[in-house]
């Protein structure tokens, strides 16, 4: 048992009212749970993008299901809390900022100990930020063009032109070397809105108001601005030691909310997609392992049909020299219809998923396919895999009058990252297999 193991509370949702601090409920991902709360609150709550609700037979209970969301919200005096049901250092692992585990092992040992992740995830930003930037400001040459009464660089003759042979002011374009550049705007961006965040604490702040400050004089974009430039950020050998500090950037950027509340006192929400987070963590470790054999393409769209007007999404594609050769799709969580039986031939996913996964073949002329799901948030609907992947052959469906063969791929979370990370090179080699490549 490893010391976030044993910090990690009991799967079991709980309520805790705080004197003054109104009610502190903490519950996990996919489960349903009955409440106690009046109509207004529980109206409110059923509002919100992160959990449902529905009413109970009891008057004045209310049961509140939750989905993939994890992280916490406000709501008036109510502080939700959602954790997902993988380990702490494992959530961390699935953000995929390219550092080794032992960076995140004090914000896990945190998050598991207190419940609140957005404020453990501003530490590890501000410690990764801080770790960035203390290799010097990254500055680059950015073009720039005004009219000016002395020339600077150089003439631009066309706009010059255009003035009928006013000399001055004159037209003049040229490069500035300078660290008002989009890494260092998105990254302020970020301290700033991290500096709202309560229950950070003191050190981390220290360390952000320090952070701050040598970036003086760098522009600061509003969050969705900087969201949107991060997103289109491209790494070179110069910027790449920015990159785990961007990612890490990029999610508290798009998934967190403040708001000020009676002036001074203010409230967060941060709620983060299981989903989207397993699919970009699975995504990018197979396009590393796959690199140099296969092209490993991620919500391509192409069409169903001949006259190209039924757009489907496969979550993966692989392709060689362009052409697709084999196709994956991701299930952090199986639907939860048409629920099939494991038999002696393994375990089977859900028949919507497997239809899905048929159409995805179908439409791209290939024989195989590989559905790939969380092993951890499935329990109890799908027989978890011994081995997990390592049994790929005995998780295979062969489709009548088609020849079709769709594979099932339990990826288990429970272990430590090495563990998850032979499962995944065992699943690029699985998929190497099935679409046709080799090491050569």
Same mark, same amino acid.
């Given at each position: 048992?490893?010391?976030?193991?044993?910090?990690?509370?009991?799967?079991?949702?709980?309520?805790?009212?705080?004197?003054?601090?109104?009610?502190?409920?903490?519950?996990?991902?996919?489960?349903?749970?009955?409440?106690?709360?009046?109509?207004?609150?529980? +109206?409110?709550?059923?509002?919100?993008?992160?959990?449902?609700?529905?009413? *109970?037979?009891?008057?004045?209970?209310?049961?509140?299901?939750?989905?993939?969301?994890?992280?916490?919200?406000?709501?008036?005096?109510?502080?939700?809390?959602?954790?997902?049901?993988?380990?702490?250092?494992?959530?961390?692992?699935?953000?995929?900022?390219?550092?080794?585990?032992?960076?995140?092992?004090?914000?896990?040992?945190?998050?598991?100990?207190? *419940?609140?992740?957005?404020?453990?995830?501003?530490?590890?930003?501000?410690?990764?930020?801080?770790?960035?930037?203390?290799?010097?400001?990254?500055?680059?040459? %950015?073009?720039?063009?005004?009219?000016?009464?002395?020339?600077?660089? +150089?003439?631009?003759?066309?706009?010059?032109?255009?003035?009928?042979?006013?000399?001055?002011?004159?037209?003049?374009?040229?490069?500035?070397?300078?660290?008002?550049?989009?890494?260092?705007?998105?990254?302020?961006?970020?301290?700033?809105?991290?500096?709202?965040?309560?229950?950070?604490?003191?050190?981390?702040?220290?360390?952000?108001? +320090?952070?701050?400050?040598?970036?003086?004089?760098?522009?600061?974009?509003?969050?969705?601005?900087?969201?949107?430039?991060?997103?289109?950020?491209?790494?070179?050998?110069?910027?790449?030691?920015?990159?785990?500090?961007?990612?890490?950037?990029?999610?508290?950027?798009?998934?967190?909310?403040?708001?000020?509340?009676?002036?001074?006192?203010?409230?967060?929400?941060?709620?983060?997609?299981?989903?989207?987070?397993?699919?970009?963590?699975?995504?990018?470790?197979?396009?590393?392992?796959?690199?140099?054999?296969?092209?490993?393409?991620?919500?391509?769209?192409?069409?169903?049909?001949?006259?190209? %007007?039924?757009?489907?999404?496969?979550?993966?594609?692989?392709?060689?020299?362009?052409?697709?050769?084999?196709?994956?799709?991701?299930?952090?969580?199986?639907?939860?219809?048409?629920?099939?039986?494991?038999?002696?031939?393994?375990?089977?996913?859900?028949?919507?998923?497997?239809?899905?996964?048929?159409?995805?073949?179908?439409?791209?002329?290939?024989?195989?396919?590989?559905?790939?799901?969380?092993?951890?948030?499935?329990?109890?609907?799908?027989?978890?895999?011994?081995?997990?992947? *390592?049994?790929?052959?005995?998780?295979?469906?062969?489709?009548?009058?088609?020849?079709? +063969?769709?594979?099932?791929?339990?990826?288990?979370?429970?272990?430590?990252?090495?563990?998850?990370?032979?499962?995944?090179?065992?699943?690029?080699?699985?998929?190497?297999?099935?679409?046709?490549?080799?090491?050569?």
């Amino acid at each position: 048992m490893s010391i976030v193991d044993g910090a990690v509370r009991p799967d079991v949702s709980e309520m805790v009212c705080e004197t003054g601090e109104g009610q502190r409920i903490v519950l996990h991902e996919w489960s349903t749970e009955r409440w106690q709360l009046d109509d207004g609150t529980a +109206r409110r709550l059923g509002e919100t993008p992160w959990v449902s609700v529905a009413t *109970d037979r009891v008057p004045g209970w209310w049961r509140v299901s939750t989905r993939q969301w994890v992280g916490a919200f406000t709501l008036g005096d109510l502080r939700i809390i959602v954790r997902p049901k993988i380990k702490p250092e494992n959530l961390f692992f699935l953000l995929e900022v390219g550092l080794p585990p032992e960076a995140w092992q004090a914000e896990a040992i945190d998050y598991a100990t207190n *419940d609140e992740l957005l404020s453990a995830l501003v530490s590890f930003f501000a410690r990764t930020a801080e770790t960035t930037l203390a290799r010097g400001l990254f500055h680059h040459y %950015r073009y720039e063009e005004d009219d000016l009464l002395a020339l600077r660089g +150089r003439i631009d003759f066309v706009r010059q032109f255009r003035r009928g042979g006013v000399l001055v002011p004159m037209a003049c374009s040229w490069d500035d070397f300078t660290a008002d550049v989009d890494e260092n705007r998105c990254l302020t961006a970020t301290i700033r809105l991290a500096l709202r965040v309560p229950d950070v604490p003191h050190d981390d702040r220290r360390r952000l108001r +320090r952070l701050l400050a040598a970036l003086d004089g760098v522009s600061e974009p509003t969050a969705s601005e900087a969201l949107d430039r991060i997103d289109r950020i491209q790494y070179t050998r110069l910027n790449e030691h920015y990159r785990p500090a961007l990612r890490l950037a990029r999610l508290i950027l798009a998934n967190c909310t403040l708001q000020d509340r009676h002036g001074d006192a203010a409230a967060s929400a941060f709620m983060v997609d299981m989903n989207e987070l397993f699919e970009q963590f699975v995504t990018s470790r197979l396009q590393r392992k796959l690199q140099g054999r296969l092209d490993v393409a991620a919500q391509l769209r192409p069409h169903l049909d001949i006259d190209r %007007r039924v757009q489907i999404r496969p979550d993966l594609t692989l392709r060689r020299h362009g052409e697709p050769v084999g196709v994956a799709d991701l299930k952090y969580k199986l639907t939860d219809s048409d629920t099939t039986t494991a038999g002696a031939a393994g375990p089977l996913a859900r028949h919507g998923d497997y239809y899905q996964l048929l159409a995805y073949t179908t439409a791209l002329g290939l024989s195989e396919g590989t559905l790939i799901y969380c092993a951890d948030v499935n329990e109890g609907e799908a027989v978890k895999q011994q081995s997990s992947i *390592d049994s790929l052959a005995k998780s295979t469906v062969t489709v009548q009058h088609a020849g079709t +063969r769709l594979h099932v791929a339990a990826i288990d979370l429970s272990g430590t990252p090495a563990d998850i990370d032979a499962q995944i090179t065992t699943l690029a080699e699985h998929l190497a297999t099935t679409s046709g490549s080799s090491d050569g």
